[in-house]
């Protein structure tokens, strides 16, 4: 059984019950402190699966990938356990803005609130390369197996899987 976490109570459980965990826009800076809740045991087994799932947009023009992730990624600062968690991440500052904006019935102000020191830790974005290099450091920092979620700066779903299966060819 995989276990959907974020948070150290949710990743001591899946250590305890589960055969894995899978964290959805984890911040890479926090994987570490984020995985020292499991015992070492379980954190360097081959058969406990530890996942991400990361956004992912493959495009020359960061600002524009930039732009995809703030619009696919507002619902979820919008829910109480997301910022909770990226609070705990080291991203106090942004979720409190986010929350005042919603309290304020600015819902429309929450992507600005989603900074690029944000967006570069829990999402990919750049060229093909910086991808993959992107994956590696998702592995670094723990997570054995990063989940590529994609989307397109130049086009639908289809253009993003397309896009994401180009970048691993070969």
């Not at 305890?16 to 809740?37: K, Q, W």
């Not at 390369?129 to 450091?137: N, P």
Request: glycine letters at 8%; a neutral charge.
């Amino acid at each position: 059984m995989i276990l959907a976490t974020l948070r150290q109570q949710m990743i001591r459980l899946a250590g305890e019950i589960g055969g894995g965990m899978v964290f959805a826009n984890g911040a890479r800076s926090h994987m570490t402190a984020s995985l020292s809740a499991l015992p070492e045991s379980k954190r360097k087994s081959p058969t406990f699966f530890i996942g991400n799932m990361v956004p992912t947009c493959i495009t020359d023009d960061i600002a524009a990938a930039r732009a995809v992730h703030r619009r696919t990624l507002t619902h979820y600062a919008t829910l109480p356990n997301y910022r909770n968690y990226w609070k705990e991440a080291g991203y106090a500052e942004e979720m409190d803005a986010i929350e005042k904006a919603i309290g304020e019935g600015r819902r429309d102000d929450i992507p600005k609130y989603l900074t690029d020191r944000w967006l570069d830790d829990c999402t990919l974005s750049g060229p093909p390369a910086k991808i993959r290099d992107g994956i590696e450091a998702w592995r670094a920092a723990g997570v054995s197996t990063p989940i590529v979620v994609p989307s397109s700066a130049a086009g639908n779903q289809l253009k993003a899987i397309e896009e994401t299966l180009a970048a691993f060819k070969d």
